[in-house]
């Protein structure tokens, strides 16, 4: 039972580079969310998705896109990479009335 | 907007003692999370609250909901070390499905 699996789990880029992190879940959940955590800061929803093809923004949604293409899947792009993106991102799922599961999370660096 | 305030954000304990640790929110809330969060891991669901009155309890620690006082508390029972790490709580909900996270506790109780 993979549950939701994140890939890469670590990366290092330099400012201006450009990633996407993968987010697969094989539980059929309709709902998708990506999390950064920051020390101090808790965990802040960056974008979330209802459903397959549709997204909208979070708390702190400037500098990343997403893309939900199939419902199993919730991709975050970084366009353009600044250090202030340093950070342990996660990806969660659920279903109504359901804890979300979150991943493994992804620990980015940018230099 | 929703927003999640938990307090305290760090407590440290000894072993066998009771607390409580306190989480408000800003606008209604149809659905309260309470996750932990050890370190360098992932989040692991402990409860999910859905209605007013609503309480929960696994081993040591309780849950309960209060949605008139916009209230969620998560209580310890006589403490034990393995019960040391960081606890969120997270609410979402009703006219749209963010799920929004507090800062975390910092739970730390020595032996």
Not at chain 2, 23 to 32: G, P, Q
């Amino acid at each position: 039972n993979a549950g939701v699996t994140q890939t890469p789990k670590f990366r290092v880029l330099k400012t201006g580079q450009s990633m996407t992190l993968l987010c697969a879940q094989d539980m059929n959940h309709e709902y998708m969310y990506w999390y950064r955590q920051d020390p101090g800061m808790g965990l802040r929803l960056i974008h979330y998705s209802v459903g397959e093809g549709t997204t909208a923004k979070g708390e702190v949604p400037d500098g990343y896109n997403v893309s939900r293409l199939k419902k199993q899947n919730f991709l975050l792009g970084l366009e353009s990479a600044a250090p202030s993106q340093t950070s342990v991102y996660f990806c969660a799922s659920t279903t109504s009335g359901s804890p979300l599961h979150f991943g493994n999370g992804t620990r980015l660096t940018v230099t | 907007e929703l927003k999640v305030e938990q307090n305290p954000l760090f407590l440290s304990m000894q072993e066998g003692k009771n607390y409580t640790i306190y989480c408000n929110y800003s606008t209604t809330s149809d659905r309260l999370y309470w996750y932990r969060q050890d370190p360098g891991k992932s989040l692991e669901s402990l409860f999910v609250l859905l209605s007013n009155g609503a309480v929960k309890q696994e081993g040591r620690l309780m849950a309960s909901l209060d949605t008139k006082a916009r209230l969620s508390t998560l209580h310890i029972t006589a403490a034990v070390h393995d019960l040391s790490a960081t606890y969120f709580c997270a609410g979402g909900g009703p006219r749209d499905d963010k799920i929004i996270f507090g800062k975390g506790t910092r739970l730390h109780i020595l032996p």
